[in-house]
């Protein structure tokens, strides 16, 4: 089966600084990648450029069979609408829609809006009874349920989650964790960029950066072994 | 659900999510719709309501016969019917004059026969001191002009005996009249009196008009009348007619440029409360872009959140207008102004504009770059 994504020589420079310098590796449809590193390797960069969110100065990135590197802004945005699915460290839901309306305001960039399966998709992640809640009304965890759900909806090739239980307690990070498990049982492809070691241990694969460099690719379960 | 309903859902929440700023920006939107409704409705009737006003200023119409000078310099009374037989409704009052020299005592003065009714509707701004005099009957009374009073002693309620010739003529002055005019050297009375007392029955020296409309109008009557009564000069008193059309241009431009000033101003109101809306936005935008929000779709929203703002502060500012018209209405032309419909559209269109282009701010949201925003830059 053909990798979903394919990073190849991939430089990202910011002036003088190096980014990301020649990072390749490719992902498997279906795979959950822990993106790991140290503050300042790159991470969010990589994840940054693969969302279609920032350019790479260099190398290639071809996501779904499509090269988003030489995409213009508005190839970019469709590229987002369509392919990919964000989860931020802050949640980053409009304040003033409710958790239904967050929801729907992802298809109504994507295409066409569906009240009820956006109501379905906030059920899938627990928060049925929460739809007319605006976000501040809704604990941490529930916002990034409701982050997550707004992610699936519009059945994306790649969920890029930015330390995804960064802003969370034990307990919401665990129901978190969960439904990642959960979303990658169901064949999604994830990429997950974490500090957390017991995250990168859940992953099929560790890509972990080094001072915008490709430190190593691990597999969690082979180390183990 | 269609698009269209989520665009109206976002729209909604939009204009609830800040509605400090927005209400500011109403603000400014209304107070400017106001003074535009306002000031249109005013100038739509200002020409008729000013032309109204300038037929209290005096006569702007003069019938006389050619100069000749002598018998012949006077015209038959018949042309008062001649006029009143066109039923020019332009015509607002009609004042024939008789003049005659007389003396009282040994003192010479001029002696003025009118229609007091007819004077008294053109010229509402001359100063009495004392009683008017408002009948075209009254044969008892007079009025004084200020200089020939002083000159002859007279104020009112007393009595003044004039001769001229063989005859002689027995007044109560009623008051005594200040016009800044010929009439301040002269005796005015009742025109069928002057004209016994003169012997000139059926002779008037002059007839002055008072003709309301704009000065193409006036000259149109002016030609009709010319047309009616041929044998006379009818000449239209051509500084009150361009002082008039100069003061309409004047008042028009006035108008015109308050208009443009107050929608800049509503227009800077509009742009600073954006301009710290765009600022709040900032995030919701990135985040739009993020999620696939094309640039143009994401400024639709918010320059329909601007056109809604404009469409409510315009419909909001005619209502005012209307009442602010009807008191500049009551306070400077002492009429009733009624609210013009046609202005509604015109002040809604004007100040859905100026809170579009108040919204410039909002526009520059579309430079924003979700990555910035959302590594909370």
Known sequence: MAPVVQVEQLEKRFGDVRALDRVSFEVEPGEWIAIMGPSGSGKTTLINILGGLDHPTGGRVVVDG???????????????????????????????????????????????????????????????????????????????????????????????????????????????????????????????????????????????????????????????? | MPIRSMFLRILWKLLGASRGRLAVALIALTSGAAVCSALLNVNLDAERKLTQEFRTLGANVVIAPPSGGGEAALADAAVLDHIGALHLARIVATAPYLYVAANSGTQPVILAGTWFDQVSKMNSWWKVEGGAVTSREDRVHCLVGVTAARQLGLSPGSS?????????????????????????????????????????????????????????????????????????????????????????????????????????????????????????????????????????????????????????????GFLLGVVLARQIGERIFGVVISARFEVLPITILLTVGVALLGSFPLRLLGRVRPAEILRGE
Not at chain 1, 156 to 176: M, S
Not at chain 1, 189 to 218: C, F, K, M
Not at chain 2, 234 to 263: D, N, S
């Open chain 1, 66 to 225: 499509l090269e988003i590197g030489n995409l213009g802004e508005r190839e970019l945005t469709r590229y987002r609408a369509d392919k990919i699915g964000f989860v931020f460290q802050q949640f980053h839901l409009v304040p003033y829609l409710t958790a239904l309306e967050n929801v729907m305001l992802a298809q109504y960039f994507h295409s066409i809006t569906d009240e009820k399966e956006a109501a379905e998709a906030l059920k899938r992640v627990g928060l049925g009874d929460r739809l007319d809640h605006v976000p501040a009304a809704l604990s941490g965890g529930e916002q990034q349920r409701v982050a997550i759900a707004r992610a699936l909806i519009n059945q994306p090739k790649l969920i890029l989650a930015d330390e995804p239980t960064g802003n969370l307690d034990e307990a919401n990070e665990g129901v978190v964790l969960k439904l990642l498990r959960e979303l990658h049982e169901a064949g999604h492809t994830i990429l997950v960029v974490t500090h957390s070691q017991a995250i990168g241990n859940l992953a099929d694969r560790r890509v972990e950066l080094e001072h915008g460099r490709l430190a190593r690719i691990v597999s969690p379960s082979l180390a183990k072994d």
């Open chain 2, 160 to 316: 003044v005996q004039l001769r001229s010739g063989e005859h002689n003529l027995s007044l109560t002055v009623a008051g005594i009249v200040t016009t800044g005019g010929a009439e301040d050297n002269q005796i005015l009375t009742n025109l069928e009196s002057v004209q016994s007392f003169a012997g000139l029955s059926s002779r008037v020296s002059l007839v002055q008009l008072s003709v309301s409309g704009t000065p193409p109008e006036i000259v149109e009557v002016t030609r009709k009348l010319a047309e009616t009564l041929p044998e006379l000069d009818v000449r239209p008193v051509r500084q009150i007619a361009a002082a008039e059309g100069t003061i309409l241009g004047k008042i028009r431009g006035m108008i015109f440029w308050t208009i443009a000033l107050i929608l800049v101003l509503s227009m800077l109101g509009v742009l600073a409360s954006m301009a710290a809306l765009a600022m709040e936005r900032r995030r919701d935008v990135g985040l739009m872009k993020a999620l696939g929000g094309t640039v143009p779709r994401i400024m639709r929203l918010f320059l329909a959140e601007a056109g809604a703002l404009g469409a409510v502060g315009g419909l909001a």
